[in-house]
């Protein structure tokens, strides 16, 4: 018997049967399924560092799912977000859309049509997680930087060669150089400019 793969799939619906329907479909093809019976009861048990895709149902006792929507995007939870509703229609799943969902299904689903978009968004998943990731390694090492390091690194980010540098802050090429050398090894970067490429990939405000 093969293992289930990863990312898991969250599935959070007040609606037991169609949980454990969806566990078992998602399970006859290996996919790792955990269920939550409301969105308050997935916040408080998923562990937002294990990549995962999430599916919710628009309507739930307590928190909906556009409210769960807007709390995983309030915390930069990156796991692509599948809606499902009994009750829904074109307005609806607009909002879900334009808020960050990457699909929405309508209720009763279809098996095939459930299992195609849920295999696409677990490799997003895996992207995305491990994007975020390199993007919190990339703030952890600017972290040791002092605020006249910062300053000259955001004057490298905008393009600025040392003798430009050291115009600009009042200061000689040969400090502008020491501050440099002294951001690559804080930062331990193979080099300068793969810092910089860094900072510009994941929008790192520095």
Do not use: N, W
Not at 41 to 61: K, N, T, W, Y
Not at 80 to 105: E, N, Q, T
């Amino acid at each position: 018997m093969q293992c289930a793969t990863y990312p898991a799939v969250h599935i959070i619906d007040d609606d037991e049967d169609l949980r454990q329907s969806l566990v078992f479909l998602l399970q006859s093809v290996d996919i790792l399924a955990l269920t939550y019976p409301s969105a308050t009861a997935f916040l408080q048990e998923f562990d937002p560092d294990e990549p995962a895709v999430v599916i919710v149902d628009v309507r739930m006792p307590g928190l909906s799912g556009f409210q769960l929507q807007e709390r995983l995007t309030e915390r930069g939870y990156p796991a692509p977000l599948i809606f499902c509703s009994a009750h829904g229609d074109i307005p609806m799943s607009v909002r879900a859309m334009r808020a960050g969902a990457v699909d929405f299904l309508e209720k009763p689903y279809q098996s095939q049509r459930m299992l195609e978009v849920v295999q696409a968004q677990l490799q997003e998943a895996e992207r995305a997680f491990a994007q975020q990731t390199s993007r919190r390694g990339v703030q952890e090492r600017l972290q040791s930087l002092t605020p006249r390091e910062r300053e000259v690194l955001r004057l490298v980010v905008d393009g600025m060669p040392s003798q430009t540098i050291a115009r600009s802050l009042g200061t000689s090429v040969k400090t502008v150089d020491v501050h440099r050398a002294r951001i690559k090894a804080k930062t331990e970067s193979e080099s300068l400019g793969t810092l910089v490429r860094d900072v510009l990939l994941h929008r790192i405000s520095v």
